[in-house]
Structures are given as C-alpha cells and as structure tokens.
C-alpha cells in the first residue's frame, strides 16, 4: 500500500506526524513534493492523504491507481468534488465529529469575549481605567444554533452548562431522546430560521457550506437579529454574505460578531472587518487543535486499513452538494 501525503503549505507538521502515529509504519509514505513531476509522485499511489482538501484537477489525473483519495479535514469547497467522483475515485473526509469539541470551545470563548466586553477590558486597563465595564452573564441568554450537528451538539452541551437557553435549527430530524440530551428548548426546520434569529442573544452557525447555505445569513436574516444579538462563524465565511455583515456592524444592526472563517482567505489586514471594536476575530484556527488532528489522521488511518482489507471507506463523499 503506496501512501502519497499531500501537504498544506508550512502546516505539514505536526499532521504528517500525527498520521504517521496513527499508520504505526504499516505502511510507507511520502511527502509530495511540489519541485517535482506530478505524475512520477501519483502514478503509482494507492491512497492519497491531502491535508485541508486542496488536490488540483492535475494532481487527480495523475492519481489513476488510487484507491482513496482521503481528505484530512471537514470542508469540501476548495475541492473539485465532481471531478475527482467524476474520474471514480473513492473520495473520504473526516467529518464534523473529529472537531466538533474544538469547534464548540472556540464558539464559546467568542461568546465570553463579548459577555465580558474582552476589547473594552482590555483597552481599559492599559489607560488605568479600573471598574469599568460593566459586563454581563450568559446564564439566562439565548443561543440560536444554525446546525445541530457535531459541533452543534458539542456547543450545545457547554452552553446549557453555564445555563443558556439553546434554540436550534437543522436540515436533517433529530431525536427527541439528543434533543433532551442536549437541553434543546426549540428546534425546526430551516423554514423556522427566522424565529431563532429573532429570538437569540448569540447565534452561532454550524452548517456546511453548500448552495442552500452560501449567504444564509444575509441582510434580510441579520435584520431579523436583535441589535443586542451576536453572530458567531466557526463554520465556512461564504454561510455569511460579508458586506451585508460590515454594514450591519456598522450601522449597530447588531452589536458584534465573532469571526473564524471568511470569503477569502487570508483576509486582507486593512479589510473593515478587522477593524472594528465589536468583531473578535481569529484566523481560521477553531478547529486547529491537537486533539482534532489526532482524532482526524486516527480516521484516515482507520480508512487506509480498510482499503486494505478490501472493505469501503468509512465518511466516504458520493454525491455533489
């Protein structure tokens, strides 16, 4: 079993390490090189581990042997998903579930960063301004969940913890038994999107990126939201239509939003986004945890063994969303 690892620019390490724990020396693997001839590295592979999900239409002509062609990572959309299928190469991500916790803490430190007026504090101390401000609780606010997958569920579990009144929508039912699980007091269908938005204090997007969510939070659904309310984006930036954003924070249409994922990355320093008093913004790293990157190259690894083994691949992709 011939192994290709596909890298992400300088943040080859320390996945290609925790990959390589995970295949225990089962099997040998190299590390593409992008000075060298694509299809001398592809041409003979069996699997190809591509780190993010970043493979081009070259890369994947090249690959005509391959057996799998395994994504570390969630998000699909900077893959050519069709045309990998298309070539009838089996195709595997490591979903929602391998970094539903990182996502959900991260989710959840946006919202303390704002209940605890974290840019306000911060300036206030450095000019010796003592006291002040005057923060708040989110014992008692209401968090809106657009998806109540895995980090849904996981952002769902800390929030009733520290007593929020959780409200959710999904494409996909749920059970009454997790909805009692996770404390869920409201729950629809995204035609019912429009309540959660009018209703909650913080509303925090855990969907996919598809062409049913791309600009699902747009000036219509931001003008819903309470001018007290709080967005927060730990899912893909094109869920948020981002100049309806700005001019909803500029305007004080709401009071602030809490930022990991944006249109284009990285986003340029001098965007509006960046500076504002009332956006927390992080750079693409709520997922980027060690305790994702061994649960993810865990599952890419269980997925090389069952390839081996004859059996299909676990989270595999079939279909174009």
């Not at 079993?1 to 992400?8: A, S």
């Not at 999107?193 to 747009?218: F, G, N, W």
Request: with cysteine.
């Amino acid at each position: 079993m011939k192994i290709l690892f596909i890298g992400f620019r300088d943040l080859v390490h320390p996945c290609l390490d925790d990959f390589q724990d995970a295949i225990k020396g089962t099997y040998p693997i190299s590390l593409y090189d992008p000075n060298l001839s694509i299809p001398d590295q592809l041409g003979d592979v069996d699997v190809v581990v591509d780190q993010g999900g970043w493979g081009s239409h070259e890369m994947v002509d090249a690959a005509l042997e391959a057996k799998l062609w395994q994504v570390i990572g969630t998000g699909l959309d900077h893959l050519d998903v069709k045309y990998i299928l298309g070539k009838g190469i089996p195709l595997a991500n490591t979903p929602g579930v391998f970094s539903g916790i990182a996502l959900a803490e991260h989710a959840l430190f946006f919202m303390f960063c704002f209940a605890k007026n974290l840019h306000l504090s911060v300036t206030n101390i450095r000019s010796g301004v003592f006291y002040h401000p005057m923060n708040e609780e989110l014992h008692g606010k209401t968090l809106g969940l657009v998806g109540l997958g895995a980090s849904g569920r996981e952002l769902a579990k800390r929030a009733s913890a520290v007593g929020m009144r959780i409200m959710a929508v999904d494409a996909t039912q749920v059970s009454p038994a997790v909805l009692a699980e996770h404390h869920i007091d409201f729950f629809g269908r995204p035609d019912q999107l429009d309540r959660v938005l009018a209703e909650a204090d913080y509303v925090s997007l855990h969907t996919p990126l598809t062409s049913k969510t791309r600009h699902l939070i747009d000036k219509r659904a931001l003008g819903l939201m309470k001018p007290t309310a709080v967005l927060v984006n730990v899912a893909r930036g094109e869920i948020v239509d981002q100049p309806a954003l700005v001019e909803a924070l500029q305007t004080g249409k709401i009071r602030g939003a809490g930022l990991d994922t944006f249109v284009h990355e990285p986003l340029d320093p001098s965007h509006p986004l960046l500076q504002m008093a009332n956006v927390v913004a992080t750079p693409h790293i709520a997922g980027g945890t060690r305790g994702t990157l061994r649960r993810r190259t865990g599952a890419a690894a269980e997925n090389i063994f069952r390839i081996a083994r004859g059996l299909p691949p676990l989270y595999q992709i079939t279909t174009v969303e």
